[in-house]
Structures are given as C-alpha cells and as structure tokens.
C-alpha cells in the first residue's frame, strides 16, 4: 500500500451507511474511489453538487441522493459482472493489435479527495477529461477535518527536522484565514446593505461568496480540495503516466491510489500502465526528460539572472494576417474553390465586405452560448500571464488551449484585495504573507518539489496561454462575467483589449460581444444568485 495513504483521513460509516455505499463506491477507507451501478445523470448530478459542499461525495451522496434512488434489489450488484469476457475481447482487440481508440469508448467518475492544490493542477492537466474542484467561494476552508486543518502533510516532509516547523506555521496560516472570514463578511454587509428584494438565504450567499474571495489569498498551495473527475480509460491512461513520472512525491503516490480503484472498474485499459516495456518506460521517458531540461535550463540561465520588466499580461505571439485568413476559412466551407485562391480573392475585397462576411457568420447571438463555427480557430494568441495563483486555478481549467507554468514561489509578490485593506485588516494578511515566503525559504532547500506547499494562492505565478479566437471568444466572455473573481477578470479584460489593440484584431475582438469590461460590481454575485434562487 502507499505510504501516501497514511496521510488521510479515514471517513466513518454506520454499518446501515456502509451496506449502501458499498453497493456503489469502489471502497469506504480512501480519498480515491470510482463510482459503480448509478445512472450517469445521477452521477453527473453528484459531481456538480460536489463542487459547492464541503461534504466528501460519499457523505453527500448518503445525505441528499440517496433517498431518491430506488435500492430496493440492488444487495446482489457486482460491478465485475461481464467483466471476464469484456477483458478477453479488449485483450484480442486493444492489447495484441494496439487499437487504441477502444480505450475511448469506456468511462469512469473518479473521486480524488484530499488532494493538495499542487496536484489539483496535474489531475486537472488532460484536454479530454471533465474536472469539478471544490470551490473557495463557497466553502470555508476553516471546517476541520479529523480535527486538524486541511491541508497536505508530506510524509517526507513531516518526518524530517522542519516537520514540527510545517505544521506549526501552517495552522498559523489558517488561522489568519479563519480570523478574516467574519470580519470581512460584516465589512460588505456595511457597505452593501440587504435590499427589500432580496430573500435572506440569497443576500447571506452573496456576502459570503465576497467575504471568502477576498481571504483566500491567505490559503497555502497545500490546501486540500477534493476533485471530481470523468474521463476514459485513453484519458486516464495517459494523465496516470504523467504523475508517475511527477517531480511531486504526492502526484507519484496518489497515481498508485488512482490506479488501485480504476482496476476495479475498466482494468483492461489500464494494463500498460505499470508494464516495464510498456507504462513504465514511458513514464521514465517523461521523468528523464524533464530532468534533463532542468539541468540544461539552469545552465543555460542560473539563478541569478533576474525577470526583466514587463507587462502582467503580455501578448506575446500573433498573426498580423489574422483577419484575412478568419475571413478566407469562413467562406471556405460554401465554396468549391482551392483555399489559396479564396484567400486570394479576400485580400482584394473592401473592408466592408470582409466585415460583411465575419457578420454573417458571427450571426445574432442572444447570450455567450451562441458561437461562431470553427473558422475562429483560425487565428491563435499566445499570453505570458503574471497573476496570483488564485487567478491562475480558474484559468488553467480551460482545456481546449495549450497552457504551462513555472514554479510557484513567493519570487513575483502577491496581490491583496483592496477590500481587506478597506477594512483595516491588511497587518493580518500581510502577517501571513511573510510567514509564507519565510517557510517557502526555509524548505526550499532540503525539500524543493515540497517547498510549494508552503506558498499562499496571493502570490503571482507566471504563466503561458496559447489559444484559438474560438476559445478566446468562450473563455473571455465566461471569465469577464459580473460574478467572477476580480482576479481573474481583469487578466481576461487585459487580454480581450491586447487582442483588439496590440494585434489590431478590433473586428475578432468585436465578435466577443458579451466580454464585459465593466469595473467590478459592488457584490457581482448578488445577481447571479438572485437568478438562481428563481430558477431554484
């Protein structure tokens, strides 16, 4: 067993809860397990209410699901029935012939609880997966769990001299988190009163939600989420062999958890993954060269050489001839004409006809839903992003982009909301700040895949984005909306101008009508959960 293990929690069940959960979980005793024998609406209903409880998905699931569900019947259900036959043939198929995409067409819900925001983001890496984490906004990272804070302890780590250090200061820091929740709660019911209108339960969601995005700067990279994954087995497959290749002791334990309960649902597709001539090399040939470029990164620009000035978000990379090339691929698919020449034929047109055409094909959109076809994959953007790492958990969830970054240390500062300053609670926050970089300091040394831990989400990390106008259209539009995080939403403005201003792109930019770039709304939430509460 991993000693990985050891580290969490352990859930307690009533003999009356266990005898209906193990009807459907893949185990009782671990942060991972797969789900078994529900419908996937149930499933896909699961995972959504997942990501707003601070509840595990087993104790949520025994709490508001399973009193819906007809389990009358179901004490003889084996998730293994068929599956010695289903084996045989993927072995004939898949295994012998190398079929690959067979190992498409079989999925799994995966729950990965207690994982640290570090591997949070290797979980979360895969394009061709569906990820819900747990949420900042709406839980208080202050609930206790098994009676201690969560957060990640590193056996390593923990076992060694700074362990009693580690502990210490990151009960300090959570702390300092807990002690701000409140008074800044109280701080925006002063400025932002409750108005006749709103029922009670929508103005306390609201003013919570604010109260916690403005705190969760002080959180440290070592804070536990719990993640919802669904993905198949090719998907799986390809995100185990990346974490067993992992520099992060916690991603290589974590993947032997993953595979142990995947097994127990889709095995066959999984059989490569620990072969020596198969997974195993595969996963050295990863770790082998991500060392190998450290080594020569390092060489190449040793510690010393210093980040030269530059804008927190750049636009590094585009096409000048954007605009003729989206117009020439809007037209392509209507015409019977080599792509060249219709190219061609787009640069002699007027002005007026090239908006002619990109107004055609935008069409009427009522809401950000609406989206042009695949000719806006057309033209691509590439950003260097220096935001908080807050910032930076919500925009790396987007999938359909290439996305990398550095390492997250206290290097680049942090960002501290300017409400808590408001407040007169800025000594608490930058206290914690300093305790951060100075534990980040002290690990950084012995332990410097562990060191990360120790940074709080209001540092900045750098990051690259690399994406098509489509994307830009859909991620730009979501991450400017009223109600999110005002970190985020002002990367995503800095980004929607620099398309139309440093490209020049204004008639691409001017297709993402429902970008917003107004300033930040006194409680954006408010609405957003005005709108629920009807639909509710």
């Known amino acids: 067993m991993s000693p990985l293990v050891k580290t969490y929690v352990e859930e307690e069940f009533t003999p009356e809860e266990a005898d209906i959960l193990r009807r459907y979980f893949t185990n009782l005793d671990q942060p991972v397990f797969a789900l078994v024998n529900l419908p996937e609406v149930v499933k896909g209903a699961l995972f959504a209410r997942y990501s707003r409880s601070p509840l595990s998905l087993r104790r949520l699931f025994l709490k508001e699901f399973v009193g819906d569900l007809d389990i009358t019947g179901d004490e003889t259900i084996d998730a293994t029935v068929g599956l010695r036959r289903a084996e045989e043939l993927y ?37 061709l997966m569906s990820y819900l984490e747990q949420s900042t906004r709406y839980i208080a990272y202050d609930e206790r769990l098994g009676g201690r804070y969560r957060y990640f302890r590193d056996p390593e780590l923990l076992a ?14 959570f702390d300092g988190y807990s002690s701000l929740i409140a008074p800044m709660a109280e701080f925006y019911r ?9 029922a009670d339960f929508v103005y306390r969601t609201a003013i919570q939600a604010k109260a916690l995005d403005s705190v969760r700067g002080i959180l440290p990279a070592s804070a536990l989420s719990n ?14 062999l990346r974490m067993r290749a992992s520099a992060l002791p916690e991603a290589r334990d974590y993947a032997d958890l993953m595979l142990t309960e995947l097994r127990k649902v889709i095995p066959s597709f999984l059989k490569r993954v620990d072969l020596e001539d198969r997974g195993v090399v595969t996963s050295n040939y990863m770790a082998d060269n991500r060392e190998a470029m450290a080594d020569l ?31 020439a691929s809007m037209l392509y698919s209507q015409l019977d004409l080599p792509e060249t020449q219709i190219e061609q034929r787009v640069r002699s047109m007027s002005v007026d006809d090239r908006l002619a055409v990109m107004r055609a094909y935008t069409g009427d959109r009522r809401n950000r839903r609406h989206r042009p076809g695949r000719a806006l994959e057309r033209p691509s953007y590439r950003f260097d992003i220096l935001s908080d790492y807050g910032a930076f958990r919500d925009m790396q969830r987007h999938r359909m982009l290439t996305v990398e970054w550095q390492k997250l240390t206290p290097k680049h500062g942090y960002t501290m909301p300017e409400a808590v300053e408001s407040a007169g609670l800025a000594d608490t926050f930058e206290a914690q700040m300093e305790r951060s970089a100075d534990l980040y300091a002290l690990l950084e040394g012995p332990y410097p895949e562990q060191a990360s831990y120790a940074v709080s989400l209001a540092y900045k990390i750098r990051y690259m984005m690399h994406f098509n106008a489509r994307e830009a259209m859909h991620m730009l539009e979501l991450r400017t909306t009223p109600q999110g995080h005002p970190a985020y939403r002002t990367v995503s403005q800095q980004m929607h101008s620099l398309i139309g201003d440093r490209a020049g792109h204004k008639a ?9 770039h107004d300033p930040e709304p006194e409680l954006g939430r408010l609405e957003a959960e005005r709108k629920a509460a009807e639909r509710a």
């Open 91 to 127: 072995d004939r198929v898949f295994f012998q012939y190398g079929d690959d995409s067979v190992a498409q067409l079989g999925g799994v819900h995966l729950a990965c609880e207690q994982a640290s925001n570090l591997l949070t983001k290797v979980l979360e890496w895969g394009r």
């Open 160 to 173: 060694g001299p700074l362990g009693a250090r580690y502990v210490g200061d990151m009960d300090r820091m």
């Open 190 to 198: 002063e400025i932002i009163p409750q108005q006749p209108g709103d």
């Open 227 to 240: 993640v919802g994954i669904y993905g198949s087995g090719q998907g799986y497959e390809a995100l185990l």
């Open 297 to 327: 990164a390092e060489h190449l620009f040793p510690p010393e050489v210093e980040p030269s000035p530059c804008p927190e978000v750049e636009l590094v990379d585009f096409d000048p001839d954007a605009e003729v090339k989206v117009v």
């Open 508 to 516: 691409i930019a001017a297709m993402m009508t429902f970008v917003n």
